[in-house]
């Protein structure tokens, strides 16, 4: 158990993440581990975004180059791995073709106007959000940060649970589609909730509360686009896999804008 752990944090950072990590296994157990430790790599992906963003605006930079910064290490960290799915699944689901097109599209290096059009409006809003943040200081924009980093790569834990079927027999999404039992999935989601509520809790009990739902409405938006991708394409790819973790990254840093 120890060995496939350690494997399964090798996948997690191989798979999710360009950090050095060699990835040494590659079968579904391994794949259910590493998707069981991805928040774990969304908490180092954003820690190392918000000790930027942090540093860049008690330097003197301003909320607006710090919320850059923080939303620039991600992209970095993953050469633009989940941005690049984003994409791809935008224009698939913008295509309006059958399943298969769609799919075949996804597969085409360039990206549409869909695409290009998803990318600017997320990329927009991650910064708007963490430039209000940052401006009631770096604490707040630094949290926040890493809050969406986590949620993010929850999102991927549960949506690689079981029931939930690959598009193609091929590729990262039928590696890790359907590897996560349901139970440790939403065990998994709890636990990452509960965990940044307790962080959320340095700004009060308000704080608490608004971090840990902010996790929630980061799933629930992840779930949406899920849902939908498998109706459309008849399961999982890795581009959904990105699509699901921006989405997701975004919609907890909107459900901290809101009502902060």
């Known amino acids: 158990m120890t060995s496939l752990n350690s494997h399964g944090i090798r996948f997690a950072f191989g798979t999710l993440t360009a950090l050095p990590v060699r990835v040494t296994r590659w079968d579904r157990a391994t794949a259910r581990a590493g998707m069981l430790c991805a928040p774990l790599a969304g908490l180092v992906v954003g820690l190392l975004a918000a000790a930027l963003g942090s540093l860049s605006l008690l330097a003197g930079s301003g909320p607006l180059l710090a919320a850059v910064a923080s939303v620039a290490v991600p992209a970095a960290l993953t050469r633009g791995l989940h941005l690049d799915g984003l994409a791809d699944t935008a224009d698939g689901l913008g295509s309006g073709k059958p399943a298969e097109d769609a799919l075949r599209i996804m597969k085409q290096s360039d990206i549409g106007p869909f695409g290009v059009i998803t990318l600017l409006l997320v990329l927009l809003a991650q910064v708007a ?9 770096w604490a707040h924009g630094a949290l926040g940060t890493v809050v969406s980093a986590v949620a993010a790569r929850l999102a991927l834990t549960l949506a690689s649970r079981q029931g939930v079927p690959a598009a193609r027999p091929e590729g990262l999404g039928a590696t890790v589609a359907g590897t996560v039992p349901t139970g440790r999935a939403l065990l998994a989601g709890a636990a990452v909730a509960a965990l940044c509520a307790a962080a959320g809790a340095f700004f009060g009990p308000l704080g608490a509360l608004h971090h840990g739902l902010a996790v929630f409405g980061a799933l629930a938006a992840a779930e949406l686009l899920l849902r939908h991708c498998v109706r459309r394409f ?27």
């Open 234 to 260: 008849g399961g999982v790819t890795g581009d959904v896999f990105g699509g699901v973790e921006e989405t997701a990254a975004t919609a907890a840093l909107v459900a901290l804008a809101l009502g902060g």
């Open 129 to 137: 959000v963490l430039f209000e943040l940052y401006g009631e200081g």
